[in-house]
Nanobody, 126 residues
Framework: QVQLVESGGGLVQAGDSLRLSCAAS????????MGWFRQAPGKEREFVAA????????YYADSVKGRFTISRDNAKNKVYLQIDSLKPEDTAAYSC???????????????????WGQGTQVTVSS
């Protein structure tokens, strides 16, 4: 069974930076894509960023381009999300995702992803 465990969230001030990490475990783990989604209180879950596991191509939501950077370490089965210039509107629970078996519906579509982490909370104060 594959598990995704996020870390790195916290309470920060506007303008600060954070680096979220996601560690994947499981003997059968061989994703095509990994990524991050977030959900703020009272709002819909939204796509943040994705990375192709082989090759490393990256994709971002328009709302985070230029401030968020996704990266991966294939050898460690880890994916990272560097968040710079944090804004109060970035406050949300950030979940790591991995796609491996499901029919491809696009990197921004949550139905693409087989595995989801429990989430790590990021709270940005103004």
């Amino acid at each position: 069974q594959v598990q995704l465990v996020e870390s790195g969230g916290g309470l920060v001030q506007a303008g600060d930076s954070l680096r979220l990490s996601c560690a994947a475990s499981g003997r059968t783990f061989s994703p095509s894509f990994m990524g991050w989604f977030r959900q703020a209180p009272g709002k819909e879950r939204e796509f943040v960023a994705a990375i192709r596991w082989s090759g490393g191509s990256t994709y971002y939501a328009d709302s985070v381009k230029g401030r968020f950077t996704i990266s991966r370490d294939n050898a460690k089965n880890k994916v990272y999300l560097q968040i710079d210039s944090l804004k109060p509107e970035d406050t949300a629970a950030y979940s790591c995702v991995a796609a491996q078996f499901k029919i491809w519906r696009g990197y921004a579509n949550p139905d693409t992803y087989d595995y989801w982490g429990q989430g790590t909370q990021v709270t940005v104060s103004s």
